[in-house]
């Protein structure tokens, strides 16, 4: 069983992936109890190389996301001074220093610009324009990695609702909205409302990208977890194997 999940882990995820390592751990673990001692050696030495790769590549972008802030928190004071807060510019710069504070996983400051962003965005732009909308979404984000679904909920219906009326529902941010609704109502174990808007995604991924492509299969994957969730076992296993039959023709 420990195989077989191992073998299952790797093909939804990457071997890279946290919980395919979890995997390859439990492997091993089961190894040593059966007393298959250099099995379970060359698995956990696997293990210990792909996480100490993984921390020290995570140390490496902490490093530099700390100098890129310094050097943004200065652009941002710049444009302050020399054109005014609610210029473009300005508000651009506020918006990059978010997204840097969000690498750093300081949520709250991210969230605290991108608050000030998007009243700014509605003021000048009006709350149908794209740049309203994409501050709109940065923040549902943002709302998401603090765990505060409802509010990212919120955010991400009206920014899907706005997409569909001005872009169309085949446009590729309307089905990106889609997906980050679809994942906040699966989060918040709404998996019947996830199931509607996963059907979507996936047919539109389809018609627009092909089967084989990289999200097309990731919108495979989303929808087999939801229906794992609705106890819809058949459906699951099905796309499982079409996931796992579209990987090997790579």
């Given at each position: 069983m420990a195989e077989q999940i191992l073998e299952k882990t790797q093909l939804l995820f990457g071997k890279n992936?946290?919980?395919?390592?979890?995997?390859?751990?439990?492997?091993?673990?089961?190894?040593?109890?059966?007393?298959?001692?250099?099995?379970?050696?060359?698995?956990?030495?696997?293990?210990?190389?792909?996480?100490?790769?993984?921390?020290?590549?995570?140390?490496?972008?902490?490093?530099?996301?700390?100098?890129?802030?310094?050097?943004?928190?200065?652009?941002?004071?710049?444009?302050?001074?020399?054109?005014?807060?609610?210029?473009?510019?300005?508000?651009?710069?506020?918006?990059?220093?978010?997204?840097t504070y969000l690498n750093l996983g300081e949520f709250r400051k991210a969230e605290e610009l991108e608050l000030l962003v998007l009243e700014k965005q509605k003021k000048l732009l009006g709350e149908d324009h794209p740049d309203t909308l994409l501050a709109m979404n940065n923040l549902a984000l943002t709302y998401s990695d603090l765990g505060e679904f409802q509010k990212a909920k919120g955010l991400e219906v009206l920014v899907l609702e706005k997409q569909k009326k001005f872009l169309g529902e085949d446009y590729p941010n309307t089905v990106l909205a889609m997906g980050n609704l679809a994942s906040t109502y699966h989060t918040l174990g709404d998996f019947n409302k996830a199931l509607g808007l996963e059907v979507e995604v996936l047919q539109k991924q389809r018609q627009i990208l092909g089967d084989k492509h990289l999200d097309t299969i990731l919108a495979m994957e989303n929808l087999a977890k939801t229906y794992q969730k609705l106890g819809k076992q058949e459906e699951m296993e099905e796309f499982q194997q079409v996931i796992k039959d579209t990987k090997k023709s790579w």
């Open positions: 992936h946290p919980d395919t390592l979890l995997a390859i751990g439990n492997l091993a673990l089961t190894y040593s109890e059966l007393g298959q001692f250099q099995k379970a050696k060359e698995l956990e030495v696997l293990v210990l190389e792909k996480c100490t790769n993984f921390w020290e590549k995570i140390t490496q972008e902490h490093w530099e996301f700390r100098k890129a802030k310094e050097f943004v928190v200065l652009v941002l004071e710049k444009h302050t001074k020399l054109l005014r807060e609610d210029h473009p510019d300005t508000l651009l710069a506020m918006g990059n220093l978010a997204g």
